[in-house]
């Protein structure tokens, strides 16, 4: 876990230490990024020749060079590549080639159905696992405990995806009560986000659990009890408090597996977002909009991490000072 | 040499066996014997499947299961679109799904132990920057990279296998690392080096078994989560050639035809769930016995 707070500086003052770990979060995450942007443009080059997938197969040399030169694909690829960085710059994505537009627009454009469905299956997500791992470390070894353990093992072993064709089948082809796709009400969202909330349920419950344990097995807790304070009491102001550093760090992880589900998920009940979007690209060879897209959603991770990691530092004393 | 290296105490458990831990543990024993099931399923399908997998037969089409009304004898989980047997695609499907689930599991192991030992052993910038490569693999969502790469490279069971290797290797890694941070500065290693033995010796015959019950569990676990990339990734059509019977490809047909022959879409997800619960039963009692402390994680 700690491995991700990156060079904790051993810095005496609260404050300075505050910004050079800051400053060295946002260094690390921008070169990770750049890592990203750098496999993904290889990793498009590698796969073969887009001009031959874009011509009909009998097409002419002279077609193949006039295409190749429009896509500015007949350039040496460290100049294709220089220039591909400085577009990021410019946040210039370059152009789709099946929707001839900017990639980043028609990115853009899918993304708040995905952060819609990713927002509402995390909070779904946070909803059911806090309580439920609350419970199982509470109740550690009893009936409470051994039914969220089963019900995270199942979970774990589940595919999602499989879940929300589950769901589809129950709620829209048998009760007839919730859409089993589309975009635009509230009763769409249902089904995706229960789908999406599964990758995470037991994920966080599992995690929030061994982590309350080994939290409500600590001395202070044990004086706390000592004092005379309630079990709601302690586990509110003193388990709660010291168990869920470690869980926001996995949440901002699960947010990583959110976006990857999302992708399945979008495919599942044919959600309109940006997942579905990657999907089509890939399908299509759509070799703008794949990097872009790769690249976005790394961005989207790297971010929510870095503001975890962050909040994380000023949360956590002992991480803030370096200690 | 090796006489040395025999029965080093590492601080881990070691007076229960994995076989007597199964034995204790029913669930562990279902589990177990499903696992075992489902290899001999896959290992002998040509010879359990009731009908070629492959095989149509539009006079039977969308027939239910056995027990239901409509249903026959001589297909007892059902039919498709296309009338071919339910169970026969799903024992077929078995085969990628384990072959996969263990090969990558397998690959992700070699390359994690590999990067591992070499990282906690040498330390050093080595290890800053093979941790910071772990670190961008983690932020990369390992889904869309297999997505892309698959999506690019075409598909193809190799692919598949290759992919998820190469995005599991993380977890193995670290925890290899950090177990070998631990034991580079004990007095077998130590001495290991003061009478001249070489890195590569000392990670191999002094290192790696004293890794390998964490590895061990890792890799079993990694089983199920390979099982079920696998399977989204033939859901979503980008994993193994449509030729070839898949539980994901088969899902993703099923849900076509929810409609009017929901066990198509059932089947093979409760097939995924059996294999991935049976392989995540034994993950964690092998890490209970590797780590008695690590079992209410």
Redesign the interface.
């Known amino acids: 876990m700690t ?2 707070s ?1 060079g904790a500086a051993r810095v005496p003052t609260a404050a300075s230490g505050v910004l050079r770990t800051v400053v060295t979060k946002i260094v ?1 995450a921008i ?2 990024l750049l ?2 942007a750098t496999v ?1 443009f290889f ?2 080059r ?3 020749d887009p001009v031959k997938l874009l011509l009909p197969p009998d097409a002419t040399a002279d077609q193949e060079a006039t295409l190749r030169a429009s896509l500015g694909l007949d350039r040496p690829l460290i100049t294709q590549y220089l220039d591909y960085l400085a577009g990021l710059l410019r946040l210039d994505f370059g152009t789709s080639l099946v929707y001839d537009q900017p990639v980043a627009d028609v990115l853009l454009e899918r993304l708040p159905a995905t952060l819609q469905l990713a927002a509402a299956a995390m909070v779904l997500a946070l909803v059911i696992s806090v309580p439920a791992g609350i419970i199982a470390a509470l109740r ?1 070894g009893k009936a409470g405990d051994t039914g969220v353990m089963t019900g995270v ?2 979970g ?4 999602p ?2 879940v929300g ?2 769901l ?2 129950v709620f ?2 048998q009760l007839k009560v919730l859409p ?1 796709s589309g975009y635009g009400t509230f009763t769409h969202l249902v089904l995706p986000s229960i789908t999406l909330a599964a990758y995470s349920v037991a994920v966080i419950a ?1 995690l929030l ?2 982590s309350l ?1 080994d939290v409500l097995s600590s001395d202070y807790i044990r004086t706390a009890k000592a004092k005379g304070l309630g079990t709601g009491g302690i586990v509110l102001s003193h388990g709660l408090r010291n168990a869920s550093l470690p869980v926001i760090t996995v949440i901002g ?1 699960e947010f ?2 959110l ?3 999302a ?2 998920t979008e ?2 009940f044919a959600w309109p977002g940006s997942g579905r979007l ?2 089509e690209a ?2 299509n060879r759509d070799f703008p909009m ?1 990097q872009a ?2 690249l976005f ?2 961005a989207i ?2 971010v929510v ?1 870095l503001l975890v990691d962050i909040s994380y530092t000023v949360l956590d004393p002992r991480v803030r000072l370096g200690r | 040499m090796t006489a040395i290296t025999v029965a080093i105490p590492t601080g881990r458990a070691r007076t229960a066996s994995p076989l007597r831990a199964v034995l204790r543990n029913k669930l562990a024993l279902v589990a177990v014997v499903v696992l075992a099931l489902m290899l001999l399923a896959a290992v002998f399908a040509p010879l359990l499947a009731p009908h070629d997998p492959n095989a149509q037969d539009l006079l039977v089409r969308l027939r239910p299961p056995a027990w239901m009304a409509g249903g026959t004898s001589e297909h007892l989980l059902g039919t498709d679109q296309l009338g071919r047997d339910l169970l026969s695609r799903l024992i077929y499907g078995s085969r990628i799904s384990l072959l996969v689930g263990a090969s990558a599991a397998l690959l992700a192991g070699i390359i994690g132990a590999t990067i591992g030992l070499v990282s906690g052993f040498l330390g050093g910038w080595f290890d800053r920057v093979l941790m910071r490569i772990a670190d961008i693999q983690l932020a990369f969502p390992s889904i869309l990279l297999a997505l892309a790469i698959v999506g690019f490279l075409g598909s193809g069971l190799w692919y598949v296998i290759i992919v998820l290797g190469f995005t599991g290797w993380v977890s193995y890694a670290r925890v290899v690392r950090s177990e070998v941070l631990s034991l580079r500065s004990r007095e077998f290693v130590t001495e290991a080096r003061a009478i001249g033995v070489g890195n590569v010796t000392i990670m191999r015959r002094h290192l790696l078994p004293n890794v390998m019950a964490p590895l061990a569990t890792i890799g079993t676990l990694h089983v199920a989560s390979a099982i079920v990339a696998e399977a989204s990734l033939s859901y979503l059509g980008m994993g193994v050639p449509k030729e070839i019977v898949t539980w994901g490809a088969m899902l993703a047909n099923g849900q076509l035809y929810l409609g009017t022959a929901w066990w198509l879409a059932v089947f093979p997800g409760v097939a995924l769930m059996c294999a991935a619960l049976a392989v995540n039963v034994t993950g964690d009692v092998l890490r209970d016995v590797a780590d008695p402390k690590a079992y209410r994680r």
């Open positions: 491995e991700l990156v690390t070169i990770v890592c990203v993904a990793l498009v590698l796969s073969g550690r093992l199942i774990q072993s589940t595919p995806f499989w064709i589950l589809i089948l829209s082809v089993a599992r659990r061994s344990i992880l990583g597996s976006l990857g589900g992708i399945l495919q599942v990657t999907i890939i399908t794949v897209a790769v959603f790394a991770f790297v991490n």
